[in-house]
């Protein structure tokens, strides 16, 4: 049983398509991230949602929009696809409040953009 | 912004405590010191975290001196399964976690 799931595991795609990645989690946490790895390997946090509100948004340009139709999903969609948006992207989630930080994380989704 | 310094990358024998430490001299009250890890291509991994107590659970140990300017995360039996990086951060609770660079730990048989 996955507790948390991205799909897909690996996208390729062109420059100024448009691409969306799904995670969902069945540990019945309230809160969802997105965080985004490079290619020097750094870990940086996107977004966050609990239950279904945005609560953290870092600087992120506004082609990336979250969206979460129930707290046990959610989405990242990425307009105008770029060659610098090339990373792999993880999906976390956690319960809420003094758990906040104790959060689990999906397998990745690989993203390159040609 | 990282609030922590780990040393870049740390060797261990397979059987032996792998013994990780972490920098955090401006550790504030309310601040916890979390510890991941992250195995090559897998998502990050929560091991421990604890406030001034020492803490054990499955996975390893986390020492924190008494002035809460270190710590010490303990692998008591590495196995070359525990290779990976491991990131030592501070969190407030606020889920916004801060990843550093992390030490490198490479378990050798």
């Known amino acids: 049983d996955t507790a948390v799931s991205q799909t897909p595991k690996y996208l390729v795609t062109q420059m100024g398509n448009d691409k969306s990645i799904k995670c969902e989690q069945n540990?019945?946490?309230?809160?969802m991230y997105w965080y985004k790895q490079d290619s020097k390997k750094f870990l940086k946090i996107m977004f966050s949602?609990?239950?279904?509100?945005?609560?953290i948004n870092e600087t992120v340009p506004n082609r990336f929009s979250p969206k979460s139709p129930d707290k046990a999903h959610l989405n990242l969609h990425i307009n105008s696809l770029e060659l610098g948006d090339s990373a792999v992207y993880f999906c976390?989630?956690?319960?809420?409040?003094?758990?906040?930080?104790?959060?689990?994380f999906g397998p990745g989704t690989r993203l390159t953009v040609l | 912004d990282a609030k922590t310094t780990q040393p870049t990358s740390m060797d261990c024998a397979e059987g032996r405590a792998a013994n990780l430490p972490c920098n955090h001299s401006?550790?504030?009250?309310?601040?916890?010191v979390y510890w991941y890890r992250q195995i090559h291509s897998q998502g990050p991994q929560y091991i421990i975290h604890?406030?001034?107590n020492n803490e054990t659970n499955e996975m390893a140990s986390l020492i924190i001196t008494e002035d809460r300017k270190s710590s010490t995360l303990i692998l008591p039996h590495a196995t070359l399964r525990d290779t990976a990086v491991y990131y030592c951060?501070?969190?407030?609770?606020?889920?916004?976690?801060?990843f550093g660079q992390g030490t490198t730990l490479q378990v050798k048989p």
């Open positions: 949602y609990n239950n279904k509100e945005l609560i």
């Open positions: 976390a989630s956690s319960i809420a409040g003094v758990q906040a930080d104790t959060q689990y």
């Open positions: 604890g406030l001034k």
């Open positions: 540990l019945g946490h309230d809160t």
């Open positions: 951060f501070l969190g407030g609770n606020t889920g916004k976690l801060i």
């Open positions: 401006t550790i504030s009250g309310n601040e916890y």
